[in-house]
């Protein structure tokens, strides 16, 4: 048939017509030939009548009726969405229920419609929702990113239907009206606890509309999507998609982002960046530049840290690696006055990794020293309750440790001491 024939791709009007003059060389010229073929389309509905090439475009949309479950123990009724798609050369169709039109549930359709169909169209056509299209404009359309990610998984393109022209989504709408006649009408009376059940009813009555004969065709959707979809669906990739989502986050001074109640690390470099983050219920991708730059497990929205070493500077890197006791051991390798000191800087600490700081300040600055001379300024240090990198380093360049007690004292006033201080005098 001429109609079924134009679906099939670089089938043309022409190509037909000289099929035609070879089996019938004394039939209609060209004009005449695709006059009766135009006066034949006049008779037949409006989406039947567009020429979509096999394999070409999935139509999808909502039924805009929904169906009632009940929760088998405590008697709440929800509403659950009908999903319908549609194959546009045969007008092959797929239709489920889902909880919500969120984009969630609205993409999982997508999967399971492509498994149902066996393969992928060139292009999918959605309408206008915003699980679908988060900008509408008549040329340029902005996609929602969980969207497109699907859509660039299976290698399909989006191309949604073009605000208030009914016509871009003519099959859509078809199918949304014969999945409501046929079987959400049928299923009226019906109660349904959950949404497997509602499901299962609807794949039974969806076979029965498939298996349909069209009229002035003479044959069923399952006919010609076995005749011109199913060869030319493209195969459907190895695994199926998984879900993500997107956000933009800018990188805090402590190179993390926060993302859903965590804390996530990215390469400390990106400081102040914004970053895109991509992520599934199990796992955390960070992008800049569309280049990954972090992976990490997906936390539970609870303030979780998750912090990789090689996202560090060095010196955090090196502090990370350092515990307390850790710390002080190394501190007592020099003698007990150094680790005692060292102790008691983690202590009087509001964070540890503030203390951590302030001892590999002193032990680097102890560095090529004897342990009678560290040992002898730590000692100093205690007495004293001098707890500063600083400290340290003027006791050990004055070698005060080398005099009494009370002739030290005053070394440190020009230190810690400035004008603006009133001093004992001042209170006599």
Known sequence: MMHTELKKK??????????????????????????????????????????HKAGEKMFVDYSGLTMELIDPKTGKISKAEVFVAALGASGYSYAEASMSQRKEDFIASHTRAFQFYGGVTDVLVPDNLKSAVTKANWYDPDINESYQDMADHYGTVVLPARPARPKDKSKAELSVKLVQHWILAKLRHRQFFSLHELNEAIRELLDDLNNRKIRHLNKSRRELYEELDQPALKALPNRTYIYRDFKDCKVNIDYHILLKGDFYSVPYQLVGKVVNARYTSTTVEIYYQNK????????????????????????????????????????????????????????????????????????????????????????????????????????LSNKSYERPLSETIDIFAPEDYHENVRGQSYYK
């Open 10 to 51: 670089h089938v043309t009007r022409s190509v037909l017509w000289e099929e035609y003059r070879e089996k019938y060389p004394d039939g209609l010229g060209y004009s005449r030939f695709c006059d009766s073929y135009l006066r034949w389309t006049k008779k037949v509905s409006l989406s039947m009548r567009q020429v």
């Open 292 to 395: 990954r730059v972090a992976m990490h497990a997906k936390g539970p929205g609870k303030g979780i840290v998750a912090t990789q070493k090689e996202h560090m500077a060095s010196v955090h890197r090196a502090m990370a690696e350092w515990t307390p006791s850790r710390m002080i051991s190394w501190g007592k390798s020099h003698g007990p006055y150094t680790g005692k000191l060292l102790e008691t800087i983690m202590d009087e600490k509001p964070h540890p990794e503030m203390g951590f700081r302030t001892c590999l300040g002193i032990l680097s600055r102890a560095k090529g020293q004897e342990n009678s001379t560290i040992e002898a300024v730590s000692k100093r240090m205690l007495e004293l309750r001098l707890f500063r990198v600083k400290h340290f380093v003027n006791i």
